[in-house]
């Protein structure tokens, strides 16, 4: 997710190994071929062999409209050793929208469908390509066409978010739209989208049909999500997720992106607070602070 989580914080979420596989915040790509210290940045896992420590699989997410380009990045990235390709077709920003990436292209089904083979013919066949979509731009009438475009072109796997971009976040997620796609194609699906909790995720997976999901805002509202859904286990307790929070500031960070720490933890907590109500207590204690060593001593000092 884009300017949330970065590596430190799939690592974090990622340690119990109940993810399949996550996904690098988004490298947009426009008419160039990106030096590897591109693809670095955003997947410090490349040099881990495109694993987090706990050895989930991580794979680039690339942004574009350029078809060749698209290709040629992808075809960089796995050299570097990304374990998969996922193309997002889902983003509602209107900055990424106006030069014609993310959501907007679902208005074009022929240019998805371009993108995502020219990606799939330039990766070697054993590398995965997946895809991300929305339901549509401004409507739903193009869903189907959109999927089965997508997998004519030769993805492996559809993530869907059962929302149109002009839906935005709202709830609900349209999971019924899911079913009715998988009515369609043969790729397999994955669901997306209002995911939060165990109950939610078995509710999804009934009403979409699918055996996959995917969790966005779950995964950082409740940090161990995914080992309720798949290992049934408790809901992490609040002093576990204080335990998180310090040692995602601890991972070692280059000087520059240190500086947005202090904002990301911040920004971390619009998603705690839903989970636990402590969290709001403690966010009013630490938003007007802009030193990580203050926020910590006060997590510290307060529950642990
Ligand atoms: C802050 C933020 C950043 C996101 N970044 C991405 C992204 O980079 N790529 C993508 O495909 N979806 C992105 N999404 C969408 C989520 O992956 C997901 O589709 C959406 O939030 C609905 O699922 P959820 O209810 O599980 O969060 C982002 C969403 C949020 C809130």
Redesign the pocket.
């Known amino acids: ?4 989580i970065d590596y430190a914080m799939r690592e974090l979420l990622t340690s119990s190994g109940s993810y399949d596989h996550a ?1 690098t ?2 490298v947009r790509i426009n008419d160039m071929l990106l030096p590897n210290s591109t693809f670095y940045k955003y997947c410090p896992e490349l040099k881990q062999e495109g694993n987090t420590k706990s050895g989930t699989p991580v794979f680039v ?1 690339l ?1 574009g409209q350029h078809s060749n380009w698209m290709a040629e990045n992808a075809v960089r990235a796995v050299s570097l050793g990304a374990p998969g390709i ?1 193309l ?1 077709f ?2 509602p920003a209107k900055t990424v929208n106006r030069h014609r990436g993310g959501s907007v292209l679902l208005k074009e089904p022929n240019v998805v469908h371009e993108i995502v083979k020219a990606v799939r013919q330039a990766v070697p066949v054993e590398i995965p390509v997946t895809v ?1 979509m929305r339901l549509g731009y401004d409507d739903k009438s193009q869903a189907i066409e959109n999927a089965l475009a997508i997998e004519e072109a030769g993805a492996n796997a559809l ?1 869907v ?1 059962a ?1 149109t971009k002009t839906e935005g ?1 709202r709830p609900p ?1 349209h999971w019924h739209w899911i079913a009715k796609i998988n009515d369609q194609v043969k790729i397999p699906l994955v669901a ?5 909790s165990r109950a939610d995720a078995l509710e999804c997976m009934k009403v979409s049909g699918c055996n996959d999901i ?6 950082l509202s409740l940090p161990n999500l995914a080992d309720t859904i798949k290992n049934d286990v408790a809901p992490l307790s609040w002093e576990e997720a204080c335990k998180l929070l310090v040692r995602y500031s601890g991972y070692t960070r280059d000087d520059k992106s240190k500086n947005f720490l202090p904002n990301r933890i911040k920004q971390w907590f619009t998603y705690l607070r839903r989970e636990y109500n402590q969290a709001d207590d403690l966010f009013q204690e630490i938003k007007t602070y802009r030193q990580l060593d203050e926020i910590i001593s006060i997590i510290n000092r307060k529950y642990l």
């Open positions: 997710m884009e300017g949330v996904v915040e988004f997410q942004l996922d997002n889902g983003c991300k993530a978010h929302r976040y997620a997306n989208g209002d995911i939060w995917m969790i966005g805002r779950g995964g």
